[in-house]
């Protein structure tokens, strides 16, 4: 297991630059300050992070760690301002990320799958725009394609959250200092459908750009900066530690976020989003080992700027997610619930995500019996002798094979390549050596269905593969779900610096637009267009959550 740095223990750094006097005092002492304006505003954002995943994440990390998160520290911090928010967009009560990073980038609410829009294709005015006009410098850094939903929503205004070739032309029109993420086939004529050499384009307006670790290091800071570090999304974190190649090759989130203040630091003032997306795309596989291992790289991020706000106290932090997802938690199992904290300590017995696992089930082969494998020969899989029901938990019902369930298909869609679906015999072996879970053949057999889409759950938002194996793997670590979607809940947010006290109590998401441009000086307001009841597109059509079971 690679080492992680020890948190450095907040202390006041007392400096003093000329001109702005007030760096003297600390962050908290600025805070107290009526009024003060801070130089620096800093936003990170853990996508699809549900309260219960931040409670285990804080668990998990003191189990991993040795301590508990930094985002739960500055609770303990008498100058930080706790808040709740409310992040309904302007057509559903549940938002997807473009609404939600609308909400902030725009201060109005839009429908969901569109980025600061409003119904008609009326265009809003972003935050950063708002914010370059003033001579601003703005950064946005992620570990999805740097032009997905939540970087996009201070930036950019489309009426498709998923037109990221158009997005990426929008970030160089608009000049944006700092970009770091993933996404280099939007920047990649062989991969435009305009076949516009959009990287060569960001090169000739005085861009580096960089796609590895070692250029990330090496790039000088009197340059813009894009850096797109993977062809889609980088990698899960479980998945990135655990291969040698993506490690010396893909920067964390951490590396880039302090690249980042890096180059925005010497700016006498800049504006930058953070965001841990890969949480999000975690949860919508109910995969909890990766969405755990991603909230520790966006806790290691926030360290980064909690550092850099010791050292320039004017810089106001806030934490937040955009949405619960999937709504994970610890459940309490065994006798008073004594069996929780063993099972929760599991998860650290995995190895790779979700799509790594799937990966392994339908393209690894494990020697068998052939002869005893005969008996796996029936659809699904399922074994109905006597003699292998003997080999079952006798407290579990006599598995019942479901009806064939023949997977959709769309009119002129070319049918799909067949996969290699294993046996409940590789799956007892598979399962344990990549998750440190002994998986029983009747769960192996009832898990073989969702492998192959022929599966049947009770709630259909959970009739898919991942789901099911997140299913499966709750019954080792202690974790449900309540779906793998995007939920309502209102979201915890964390304020500390000049400017804080704005967010105190209850606020709406179209708030945080308002607070960051009257910090700045700026007045300004978007149009607005009134609450509508669900219209448009299908929630599944909103947001591209297949991608997510890519490793």
Known sequence: M?????????????????????????????????????????????DGMSMGTLTMADAFSRLTRKRGLAWMEMYKNPAAVPALMNMR?????????????????????????????????????TLYELFGELGWKRGLVTTTEITHATPA??????????TGTAIAAQYLERKIEVLLGGGKIFFDPAKRR????????????????????????????????????????????????ADPKLVAKVPTLAVMTRAALGWLGKESHFILQVEGGLVDHACHNSDAAAALHDMIAFDEALEACLEFQQKNPDTLITVTTDHGNGNMALNGTGNLYCDSSTHFANVKKVKCS????????????VAVDPAADKSDADEGGFVASQAAQATENPDEPPAVKPPPVKPPVKPGEPPKPKEQIPTYKEIMQILPE????????????????????????????????????????????GIGWTGNAHTADYVPLIALGPGAELFRGFVENV???????????????NPTAPLTAQVGREAGDVENTEAYKLA
């Open 89 to 125: 967009s302007l057509n559903s009560l549940v938002t997807d990320s473009s609404a939600a990073a609308s909400s902030w980038g725009s201060g109005s609410r839009v429908v969901n799958g569109v980025i600061n829009q409003l119904p008609g294709k009326k265009k809003l005015k």
């Open 354 to 365: 979700f799509p790594e696992i799937i990966k392994h089930l339908k393209k690894t082969k």
């Open 2 to 46: 690679i080492s992680r740095r020890r948190f450095l223990q907040s202390s006041a750094v007392v400096s003093a630059v000329a001109g702005f006097p007030h760096l003297a005092r600390s962050a908290g002492e600025l805070h107290a300050i009526p009024g003060q304006k801070p130089r620096h505003i800093i936003q990170l954002v853990a």
């Open 194 to 241: 305009d076949k516009r050499n959009l990287k060569k384009d960001f090169v000739t307006a005085g861009y580096t750009v960089m796609e590895t670790l070692d250029e990330l290091k090496a790039a000088s800071n009197d340059q813009r900066w894009l850096g797109t570090f993977s062809s889609s999304h980088l990698p899960y974190t479980i998945d990135h530690f």
């Open 153 to 162: 929503g201070f930036a950019a205004s489309v009426d498709n959250r998923d």
């Open 511 to 525: 708030d945080v637009f308002h607070h960051y441009t009257a910090l700045a000086g700026i007045d300004f307001k």
């Open 434 to 477: 990549l998750t440190g879970c002994k998986v029983s053949q009747r769960r192996s057999e009832w898990l073989i269905p969702f492998l192959s889409q022929k599966g049947h759950a009770m709630y259909e938002i959970m009739n898919n593969e991942m789901s099911q194996l997140g299913q499966l793997l709750g019954n080792f670590y």
